[in-house]
């Protein structure tokens, strides 16, 4: 800016200068009266006793130029100021002149609307800035480096790698209002094969998404156990003293089970106090009364000595502190060569690596065989789903002078409803559980009625 002021006032310096305004002649009579001293080391006084008259007309002059002419006159070539009348004229057709004309000619409305001025809008600045400009170009150079040595940069990998783990996209809804989707018979019976799934969930005509674990049933066994043949009301001898038999057995187990109860809750008859044992532990300890006093002197004794005597330890000259770091070296270069014949002496182990590997491997198939075997058997096992454990019920068995003939004589065993609660217990649809206990908060006040106390 301060170029281009000097420039101007330079070229309005010159004699060729032409100004637009006239400027007013210079009167004497201005210059007759004296001039008033002022002090001009204040700047108070510089704005109010300076005359910068000529400056401020030679500025608007300019100003003025570059509004009507879009520049200096001076700086303007002759061509674009003068023209040569030759005083030939070009012989024009009458319509095409008009044509002519009407085409050049602007309209009235648009020549209002155009600037007045040809000063040439300022350059927006903010409109060349970028934000992160430098950031950016460092990116891009350091791209262009890695595309010259064939490789890709960061950023570009990822987004590749999230391109082929993305297997599937989520399918758009069909727009009810594209030309190009099916349509179907309003009157119809069925329902329509494609609707907008939006439209399905918000008439709660589309069910919830059932999750996957539901599906999976939580035991193998089935709803209904059907009993052996042997629990039939009429039937084989051996099919029936097979149930039998297995009714023993489950009975012996549990009869077993209360025994070794038993056993570990029982007294040993030598472990139960007699009279020797009673008074030994009333009269333990009043008689050593006096060692036991002089034992827990000597103890404090020894005790003060033991504090009294701790010394300090004796500070480390600088040539122990040097041995012992060198010392500490050495033991970690031993350490790191010792590594270092480890890891050679390897080499010459491959084959019995090799071998310990696969014993390795085959005992984890092993293992993991097993624990697959494990989980199918626990499969059709109830497990423990609250803080009780599951009993199984009592096996609904007759004995062979308990059967009847016909299903008219057979008499009922067992309650459907607790078969149903065992049942879902077994199959881990619910925890086992107890009855609720009834606790009584208050005591039963019996009391006598007056109609029965006369009677008595």
Known sequence: MAAARKHKRVAASQPGFLSLKSRPGNDESANLGRRKRVSKNKKKNWKKYSDVQDVEEFLEDVRLQERATGGLIADKP?????????????????????????????????????PDSRVSAPKDVLAYQRPNAKKLRRMAEKAEKLAAMGMLPRREKLLQLRKTTKTHTKEKPLNPKDPGRSFYDLWSEGSPDSAD????EQTKKKLVKRPEKLN?????????EVIGPGGSYNPDFLSHQALLLEAHEIQVKKVKAE????????????????EESVFKEQVEGLIEEDEGEETEQTAEDSKDAAIGSTAQPEKKTEKQRKREKAERMKELQKKAEKKLLNSRQQLFQLRSISADMKRRELRTKVRQAKRKTK????????????????????LEVQLSDELAGSLRTLKPEGSVLKDRFKSFQKRNLIEPRERAKFKRKHKVKYVEKRAFREIQ
Not at 197 to 200: A, G, N, Q, R
């Open 216 to 224: 999976e049933k939580p035991s193998i066994l089935p709803a209904v």
């Open 197 to 200: 799934p939006y439209y399905l």
């Open 259 to 274: 025994e070794k109860l038993k056993r570990q809750l029982a007294v040993n008859r030598m472990d139960v106090a007699t």
């Open 375 to 394: 989980q199918e058997t626990e499969k059709a096992l109830p497990r423990r789903l609250g803080k009780l454990k599951f009993q199984a019920p009592d």
């Open 78 to 114: 002759d061509e674009s100021l003068f023209f040569v009348d030759t005083g030939e004229k070009k012989s024009i057709p009458k319509s095409e002149a008009v044509e002519k004309n009407k085409r050049s000619k602007p309209l009235w409305i648009d020549r209002i609307l155009q």
